[in-house]
């Protein structure tokens, strides 16, 4: 290699030396021409998550990490000088002691003394209540009387004292006091930027407990505040503003200060630890599978045996039970209506061998004149897929019929086939009861027919011979000549109204049971009706001193809709037997009460022996007399049936209490109003 001449070795060394000085100059230039700029930031000392103090005094929050990346971009540093209000950071900026407010609302009662930087976040001025809370605010005009929390020198408390004057505005001095009050119950909801109010809540794990309602009240833009006139350092500050709202680094300080913590397992990690455990449970299932692959085939093929054999069985019970049901089981085709599948029970009453029937379809043994009916099930087989239960019949071979009863479903195949399983009941048996049952009651009602023809043709029979034995038997006790002759006259006089009374009521029985009982129903006034019937039941209770309490006549606009002879017969009854079966020197009262559905019940009650509980079981059986048949007592064992059928036919009902040795209640239900008809 050859060396250079001396006269370029000395031309490099000149060149370097004259490289060296002006670099040397230079930096030393810029270092006197850098100075780090000062600017002076006033803050509130506690305004969390925007401004606030850690313990060593330190300025943190997310408004000073904002600033602090705007400073290192615009080149200078940031003097923080805290404030304990927000009054007193704007008096500060106001008499010019600083140069700037970090992070500020951009409010226009602020623009006499600031000028605004662009914005880098937007703050939701919201009202928040409690979250099980029912207050609904679907517009900010419905805050009307509402209790508002506002927190001092935040804007929230202007706006709500500037535009929602008519909200009762309550000041506090944290957030924590107005969310204690809110959960506490002393106000109804609060006013506060959002996204910090989120923060707030979460830190004091109470965001579940209050939610955002209605439209933000406004909508702030978040800036920095310069003071007023410094042009220069505005625009300083907006350039640098538009190189961080649109960095990583802005997303990371925002995401720090109003998101959640990020958690421990990032994506990065998990799918680290994913890994390696995916490593491992490949090796642990080689291994496994190395080790258990032969006996899991083993028991596999035990399995495939077991089930064979179990579905082996299944098929025989299966089998067993469609053989020996005791109804006829068919498996149709769809589309052709071919047997595919009979038992016995339908097998039988046919006449068919089983080689004969399954050559048949349903339509071969179906009646010409149900074809309309079997297109009616058929076309609900479709729609539901199940048809019954429906009666039909079967013709047997012969051509004689049968009734049957039947019952479906469609089954659909894997290979796309339609097929019916049907359940065919053989109702012969039945529809012969049902025969027997209809000339059974056609006998019956024959028999009773016949029963009050002859009661109401011998009425007159009876009623004649009757009346001359009672006639003569009255004369013969008004001339008797001695005291013998009479009480014998007057024995038979009563046996003869006895005797009167029973052939009367047995009468009206007769008549209600066969429906010749003609009703005339219209409206009455109850009062009146019952005044009838006391006029008549009086002597008689008077002979026994009992005392009638009537509590009905009061009231004489009540009116029942009744048959006013008939219902007058009832009350009668219920009257007597209240009196008959009472004790001497005792009550009857009669009360009524209106219920729903225009029905007046009226109850009469004694102060009787009462009834057991073996007597009142057959209280309305014909000729029972509740165990006075040797009492004295004069009756029949009839008036309470009868009571009973000319009520109901009345369109009323009638029911009783009883207590033993505590007297009785008998009570009946008429309508008040002429029923509408269905």
């Given at each position: ?7 370029c ?10 490289f060296?000085?002006?670099v ?8 006197q021409?850098n ?21 060593h ?18 080149g200078f ?13 704007f ?5 010019g ?6 992070d ?9 003394f ?8 937007t703050?939701n001025?919201?009202v928040?209540?409690?979250?099980d ?8 005009s ?6 508002i ?6 804007y929230?408390s202007?706006?709500i ?14 957030f ?12 109804d909801?609060?006013?506060?930027p ?23 009240l ?10 007023k006139?410094?042009i ?13 709202v ?5 997303q ?7 998101s959640?913590?990020?958690?421990f ?21 080689g ?5 258990t ?35 006829g089981i068919?498996l ?8 595919l ?8 009453p046919?006449?068919?061998t089983?080689?004969?029937?399954v050559?048949l379809?349903?339509?071969d043994?179906?009646?010409e ?6 297109a009616?099930?058929l076309?609900?087989?479709?729609k539901?897929g199940?048809?019954g ?6 013709i ?20 796309g086939?339609?097929?019916?399983w049907?359940i ?11 025969a ?9 009602e024959h ?19 009757l ?10 006790e008004?001339?008797?000549v ?6 014998n006259?007057k ?16 009468l009206d029985l007769s008549?209600?049971?066969s429906?010749?009982?003609p ?10 009706l ?11 209770a ?8 009537n ?19 009832i ?8 009196i ?15 219920k729903?559905n ?20 057959h ?22 049936v009868i009571?009973k ?5 009345m ?19 008429v ?8």
């Amino acid at each position: 290699m050859k060396f250079l001449p001396k006269k370029c070795f000395f031309f490099v060394a000149a060149v370097l030396c004259l490289f060296s000085v002006t670099v040397i100059g230079v930096y030393a230039e810029n270092k006197q021409n850098n100075q780090v700029i000062i600017i002076k930031a006033a803050i509130p000392s506690s305004f969390p998550p925007y401004y606030q103090l850690d313990e060593h005094g330190k300025p943190v929050g997310f408004s000073i990490e904002i600033m602090n990346a705007i400073a290192r971009r615009s080149g200078f540093e940031i003097d923080y000088q805290p404030k304990e209000s927000w009054q007193e950071v704007f008096d500060v900026i106001r008499a010019g002691e600083v140069d700037l407010i970090p992070d500020v609302g951009a409010t226009s009662d602020r623009e006499d003394f600031l000028d605004f930087s662009l914005p880098f976040a937007t703050l939701n001025l919201s009202v928040f209540t409690r979250s099980d809370s029912k207050l609904n605010i679907r517009n900010n005009s419905q805050l009307t009387g509402i209790k508002i929390g506002v927190v001092k020198a935040n804007y929230g408390s202007r706006i709500i004292a500037k535009d929602y004057k008519l909200a009762i505005a309550i000041q506090f001095d944290s957030f924590e006091q107005v969310l204690f009050a809110l959960l506490s119950g002393q106000i109804d909801a609060f006013v506060y930027p959002e996204s910090a109010a989120w923060k707030l809540a979460t830190q004091a794990q109470q965001q579940r407990s209050i939610k955002v309602i209605g439209e933000p009240l406004v909508e702030v833009k978040r800036v920095a505040g310069v003071h007023k006139g410094d042009i220069k350092l505005l625009s300083t500050l907006n350039s640098s503003i538009k190189q961080l709202v649109s960095s990583e680094e802005y997303q990371i300080i925002y995401n720090k200060w109003f998101s959640e913590k990020p958690p421990f397992w990032t994506l990065q990690i998990i799918s680290w630890v994913f890994a390696g455990i995916l490593l491992l449970l490949i090796f642990i299932f080689g291994m496994w599978r190395y080790h258990t692959i032969v006996s899991l085939k083993k028991k596999l093929d035990e399995m495939v045996v077991e089930r064979t054999q179990a579905l082996s069985e299944s098929e025989a019970r299966l089998r067993g039970l469609f053989e020996l049901s005791p109804f006829g089981i068919a498996l149709n085709d769809y589309s052709t209506g071919d047997f595919l599948e009979i038992n016995n029970a339908l097998l039988a009453p046919t006449g068919y061998t089983r080689e004969e029937f399954v050559k048949l379809s349903y339509w071969d043994i179906t009646p010409e004149e149900y074809k309309d009916q079997e297109a009616q099930q058929l076309a609900a087989l479709d729609k539901s897929g199940r048809y019954g239960p429906y009666e039909k019949e079967y013709i047997r071979k012969d051509g004689s019929r049968y009734p049957v009863l039947l019952n479906g479903i469609i089954l659909n195949e894997p290979s796309g086939d339609k097929l019916i399983w049907s359940i065919v009941q053989d109702i012969s048996d039945r529809k012969q009861f049902e025969a027997s049952l209809i000339a059974a009651k056609n006998e019956a009602e024959h028999a009773n027919r016949a029963k009050s023809e002859f009661l109401s043709s011998m009425s007159h029979e009876l009623r004649t011979p009757l009346n001359a034995i009672m006639g003569f038997s009255q004369l013969l006790e008004i001339n008797a000549v001695d005291d013998v002759t009479k009480d014998n006259a007057k024995e038979i006089v009563d046996a003869g109204n006895y005797l009167l009374e029973l052939i009367n009521q047995v009468l009206d029985l007769s008549k209600i049971e066969s429906g010749h009982v003609p009703l005339l129903i219209s409206s009455y006034n109850l009062s009146d009706l019952v005044n009838n019937c006391l006029s008549i039941i009086n002597p008689i209770a008077d002979s026994r001193s009992i005392t009638i309490f009537n509590n009905v006549e009061p009231f004489r606009s009540v009116s029942v809709y009744v048959d006013k002879s008939r219902f007058k017969q009832i009350l009668l009854n219920l009257l007597s037997n209240a009196i008959k079966y009472n004790i001497d020197n005792g009550s009857v009262t009669i009360d009524y009460l209106i219920k729903d559905n225009n029905i007046l019940q009226l109850s009469i009650s004694d102060t009787g022996k009462g009834l057991s509980l073996e007597q009142q079981s057959h209280l309305f059986e014909p000729f029972d007399r509740a165990g006075a048949e040797n009492s004295g007592i004069s009756g029949t064992g009839l008036g309470l049936v009868i009571t009973k059928d000319l009520i109901e036919k009345m369109g009323g009902t009638i029911g009783f209490k009883s207590e033993k040795n505590k007297g009785s209640c008998f009570w009946i239900q008429v309508p008040t109003l002429k029923p509408q008809k269905q």
